[in-house]
């Protein structure tokens, strides 16, 4: 038995697909917006991040005959980096120093982007400026300025003189590893701090009052409530500091001794002394995929202890 519809139902139809393709045609829009709103910024990390990458890859499959390139692609460079056990020592040493070195800058700085969030009321920014303000000058000031504090004669041996609390001048707090771990928490520490305090920043207030309400002291709520609400900000300083420090030549070089070098020390030298472009290009490589490795173990561990914390 056939149905017959009204004028009135089928008009009420048609008006729900011509809403519903507009809502579609409105999303296409939308999305091809957003792809072009971010293609200059691909086109920008394309050329100066994802081509130098794939070149430099290419590079390290090359061979150093003389003074000039192997015919042909090779696995050589990559060989020689896993038989050579100072490859391997500067690698788990660099990795080590910047773990250090970004652990102890965001036990630092946690207390400061906390202070800012939660009891600074008025004018942020003016303190946000004060907080950052050193890290407006130069890296390389930033270092020397170490120097003269960790020095033979520098700000820390001359006072303890003066107290007469030591003899004679400490001689291991420069050109050491506790030296280039001192700097670069130092000199990477607003890395770490912006993103820590704009993850404490958005944390609803009325979910701490509810968690007093509920009967929780001060320390259980920042356990249960501020830190993990806080861990993406934690995870991205992290992150921020940790990429840049691993690969760090200029610290180690200007504050670190012998058994300071890092590997980013040994790819600048294959790049420019030993003139050896094809074997600093896989240095650099296996360093990136390094750190990616250590990165994604962070992740997972850190999903797990959220996880856990649940």
């Keep these: ?32 917006r957003g792809v072009l709103m971010l293609l200059p910024t691909l086109v920008i990390l394309g050329v100066t991040v994802a081509v130098p990458f794939l070149l430099m890859s290419a590079m390290s499959l090359w061979e150093q005959v003389g003074f000039g390139y192997g015919d042909g692609w090779s696995l050589g460079n990559y060989a020689e980096i896993a038989g050579e056990p100072l490859y391997t020592t500067l690698l788990l040493r660099s990795l080590a120093m910047a773990m250090a070195a ?61 107290l007469g609390l030591i003899d004679a001048p400490l001689d291991f707090l420069l050109y050491s590893r506790s030296a280039v771990i001192i700097t670069l928490a130092h000199a990477w520490a607003a890395f ?19 968690s007093a309400d509920l009967g929780e002291g001060p320390v259980m709520r920042f356990f249960r409530v501020i830190l993990p609400l806080s861990m993406p900000g934690v995870i991205a300083g992290t992150f921020l500091m940790f990429i840049p420090t691993v690969g760090d030549y200029v610290t180690p070089a200007l504050v670190g001794g ?48 959220s996880r856990w914390a649940r």
């Design 1 to 32: 038995m056939a149905v017959i519809q009204s004028p009135d139902s089928l008009t009420v139809m048609d008006g729900r697909r011509n809403t519903s393709f507009r809502r579609r045609l409105a999303a296409r829009f939308d999305t091809l």
């Design 102 to 162: 970004t652990l102890m800058t965001v036990v630092l700085v946690y207390p400061m982007a906390y202070f800012l969030a939660f009891h600074v009321h008025r004018n942020k920014l003016v303190w946000l400026i004060i907080i950052t303000l050193p890290f407006w000058t130069s890296y390389l000031l930033r270092v020397f300025a170490w120097r003269v504090v960790l020095g033979y004669e520098g700000v820390i041996n001359s006072g303890l003189l003066e």
């Design 192 to 210: 770490a701090l912006l993103p820590i305090y704009v993850s404490l920043e958005k944390i609803d207030k009325s979910l701490l009052e509810a």
């Design 258 to 305: 012998p058994d300071a070098q890092m590997i980013g020390n040994l790819i600048a030298l294959q790049f420019g002394t030993v003139n050896n472009w094809p074997m600093g290009a896989a240095l650099a490589i296996t360093m990136i995929l390094a750190i990616t490795l250590v990165g994604l173990m962070f992740l997972a561990l850190s999903r797990l202890l």
